[in-house]
C-alpha cells in the first residue's frame, strides 16, 4: 500500500517533469523556485515563469503540510478533531496569446487522525481547460485525452468525472462555466470499491497526462496571429477566472482556511484582467459564439 512518504515523493517527481517539459516547450525563460516552510507544519516548493515566449505567467506548485485541521475545515469536512497531511501539485498556466487556453491541474492526497485515533484517507484532483475561444477541435482533443486516461481504470470515471467538473467549474454569479471542463474528482477512497494503489495509479495517469496536453496546444496553436480585440476579450475572460477563484473555489479556500502560502494561493490569477461594465460580445461574433459553448453538459466527443 503507498504511503504518504512514496505518494509525496512522486509529486514531487511529478513538479520536476512537467516544468522540464514547459520549459523546452516555451523555449525561453525557466521557472524560478521559491521554497517555502509553513509555520504550523510542512511547507512546499513554488515554481513560477514569467514573461516566457509562450507563457506568460504559469505557476507548477508542490506542497506537503500537516497540522490541526481548523475548525472551519472539520465542519466543512464533516471530520471529528483532527490531524490532517495533505500534499499535492497544483498548477495554473496563463499564456500570452489569446488564442492560447488556460489550463490548470490539481492532483492530490489528503489524510487525516482524530484525536480519539480514527483516520481516513482520500485522493481528489481535476484537470480542466478555460479557452479564451472556444474550438471544437481542441475541445475534443482535450476531452479524449482524458477519456482514454479515465477508460484505462475504469469505464464509468469519464462521465461521472466530466459531469463533475461541469457542476464544480461554474460560476454561479454568471451562469456559466469557467471554459469547456474536464474532469473533476474528490474524497477518493476504499468506498469506492478501488484499493489505494488502484486510485493512485489513477492519480498518477491524471498527472502525466498534463504536460502532452499543454504542450501540444503550445506546438499548435501558440503561433497563431491576433489582434487588439483578441487582446482585449483574454482580459475579460482572465477576469472571469480571477471570480471563480476567488468565490468559488474550494482549494483556494482551504488554502486560506489553513494558513496556507498566500502568495502559493495565489499564484493562479493572472498578470492583468479586465473588468468592463456590463460587457456583451458583439452579435455574431467569435466572442459571442465562444460564450454559447460556456454550458454544463456539452458533449465534446
Known amino acids: 500500500m503507498p504511503t504518504k512518504e512514496t505518494i509525496t ?7 520536476d517533469q512537467i516544468c522540464t517539459a514547459l520549459e523546452t516547450a516555451d523555449g525561453k525563460e525557466t521557472f524560478k523556485e521559491d521554497v517555502w516552510e509553513r509555520e504550523q507544519g ?34 466543512a469536512l464533516k471530520l471529528p478533531d483532527s490531524d490532517f497531511y495533505a500534499t499535492g501539485v497544483s498548477i495554473v498556466l496563463h499564456p500570452k496569446s489569446p488564442m492560447m487556453p488556460i489550463i490548470h491541474m490539481n492532483v492530490r492526497y489528503f489524510e487525516t487522525v482524530s484525536k480519539s485515533g480514527e483516520s481516513t484517507w482520500w485522493f481528489g484532483g481535476g484537470i480542466d481547460l478555460t479557452p479564451h475561444y472556444v474550438v471544437k477541435e481542441d475541445a475534443k482533443y482535450f476531452h479524449n485525452t482524458l477519456k482514454e486516461v479515465c477508460d484505462k481504470h475504469d469505464g464509468s470515471y469519464y ?45 498518477k495517469d491524471v498527472g502525466q497526462a498534463f504536460a ?19 487582446e ?45 461594465y456590463d460587457h456583451k460580445p ?17 458533449k465534446w466527443i
Do not use: C
Not at 502532452?212 to 506546438?219: D, G, L, R, V
Not at 477576469?239 to 482556511?257: A, M, P
Open 282 to 298: 458583439m452579435a455574431g461574433s467569435e466572442e459571442e459564439e465562444t460564450v454559447k459553448h460556456l454550458k454544463k453538459g456539452i
Open 159 to 203: 462521465p461521472k468525472f466530466k459531469e463533475w467538473a461541469d457542476e464544480y467549474f461554474f460560476i454561479k454569479h454568471r451562469n456559466e462555466t469557467r471554459g469547456i471542463g474536464g474532469i473533476f474528482f474528490d474524497r477518493m477512497n476504499e468506498s469506492t470499491g478501488k484499493t489505494k494503489e488502484e486510485l493512485f495509479a489513477f492519480v
Open 232 to 276: 482585449l476579450w483574454q482580459k475579460v475572460r482572465r477576469g472571469r477566472y480571477v471570480e471563480f477563484n476567488l468565490v468559488w473555489d474550494k482549494g483556494t479556500k482551504f488554502g486560506l482556511d489553513t494558513d496556507g502560502r498566500t502568495e502559493s494561493i495565489l499564484m493562479s490569477l493572472p498578470p492583468q484582467a479586465n473588468w468592463i
Open 9 to 15: 515523493e512522486w509529486f514531487k517527481q511529478l513538479q
Open 42 to 75: 510542512g511547507g512546499g516548493r513554488s515554481r513560477v515563469l514569467t514573461d516566457g515566449k509562450i507563457i506568460e505567467k504559469g505557476g507548477v506548485n508542490f506542497s506537503a503540510v500537516h497540522g490541526q485541521l481548523s475548525n472551519k475545515i472539520s465542519t
Open 212 to 230: 502532452p496536453i499543454y504542450t501540444h496546444f503550445m506546438a499548435k496553436n501558440s503561433a497563431l496571429s491576433y489582434t487588439e480585440q483578441n
